[in-house]
Nanobody, 127 residues
Framework: QVQLVESGGGLVQAGGSLRLSCAAS????????MAWFRQAPGQEREFVAANRQIGATYYADSVRGRFSISRDNAKSTVYLQMNSLKPEDTAVYYC?????????????????????WGQGTGVTVSS
């Protein structure tokens, strides 16, 4: 069992930066992969970024080069550094974790493969 607690959401101007945090309890960040998904109003939840147990990272094409996922294993915390934010980044961002693993990078982009979810934190980017 894993509990995820998110923080860091808020309002930011286009072109600005924001860092989201996700603290995990009940396990350590080394024992499972963690990811960020987001859901805009009226849209389906979509993959943003993932950090595997071994440290490999994956990004959605829409955020590649702007967002960076990282983890602090000592704090069992995963971060999402968001730079050059655009209005289309506006969404509720969810932290997710899974104790599964796969050789396929696509597996980590699939929301159904995650066992645990945070409550979500809102990010609004104004134009």
């Amino acid at each position: 069992q894993v509990q995820l607690v998110e923080s860091g959401g808020g309002l930011v101007q286009a072109g600005g930066s924001l860092r989201l945090s996700c603290a995990a309890s009940g396990s350590t960040s080394r024992s499972y992969a963690m990811a960020w998904f987001r859901q805009a109003p009226g849209q389906e939840r979509e993959f943003v970024a993932a950090n595997r147990q071994i440290g490999a990272t994956y990004y959605a094409d829409s955020v590649r080069g702007r967002f960076s996922i990282s983890r602090d294993n000592a704090k069992s915390t995963v971060y999402l550094q968001m730079n050059s934010l655009k209005p289309e980044d506006t969404a509720v961002y969810y932290c997710a974790a899974t104790n599964g693993n796969s050789y396929s990078s696509g597996w980590y982009r699939t929301k159904e493969n995650y066992n645990y979810w945070g409550q979500g934190t809102g990010v609004t980017v104004s134009s």
